[in-house]
């Protein structure tokens, strides 16, 4: 793999939002129980020491598992975050292929759980989980 390439069966991430346009493009592939999140890692996302700053990281991780529990439910429903945990693991830097992969633990009419694995190359380099509160979608 290149550097500027992409691994088969992403597409350009269709949900877009103001907080991540900085950051595109962002690729998204689905699976049977879940929405992966990648990006090839790029001067605006490294903190001042040049590596990937935890807080996008950290957003992507967010975004990975809400979609993932939306997914779950067969987009019926929407969810906002209630609670996020991420423990750091190693370090990713600038040309490699970040992902966010999410596992959806459980989901109810009010809650859904869910973890991500967030990898650079494929080394963990941050866990993620969250708890994302059911919100009905308006008319």
């Known amino acids: 793999m290149t ?3 992409i691994p088969d069966g992403f597409e350009p991430l269709s ?8 950051w ?3 690729y998204a592939k689905k699976t049977d129980k879940a929405i992966i999140i990648g990006l090839r890692l790029a ?12 807080g996008l990281i950290t957003a992507l991780a967010d975004n990975a598992m809400g979609y993932s529990c939306a ?4 987009w019926t429903t929407s969810f906002v975050t209630v609670s996020l945990s991420i423990d ?3 370090s ?5 292929w970040c992902s966010i992969e999410s596992d959806v633990i459980k989901t109810g009419k009010t809650i859904c759980f869910a ?3 967030i990898k650079a190359d494929g080394v963990v380099i941050a866990r993620a989980s969250g708890t994302f509160r059911v919100v009905p979608k308006k008319g």
Do not use: C, M, W, Y
């Not at 001067?43 to 935890?54: F, S």
């Not at 997914?71 to 067969?74: E, G, P």
């Open 24 to 26: 595109e493009p962002i």
């Open 15 to 22: 949900r877009k939002s103001p907080l991540t346009e900085p």
């Open 43 to 54: 001067k605006p996302h490294t903190n001042g020491r040049g590596l990937i700053h935890g």
């Open 71 to 74: 997914q779950a439910t067969n």
């Open 115 to 117: 973890q991500s694995l």
């Open 3 to 5: 550097d500027t390439a």
């Open 88 to 90: 750091f693991v190693g």
């Open 92 to 96: 990713a830097e600038i040309g490699q």
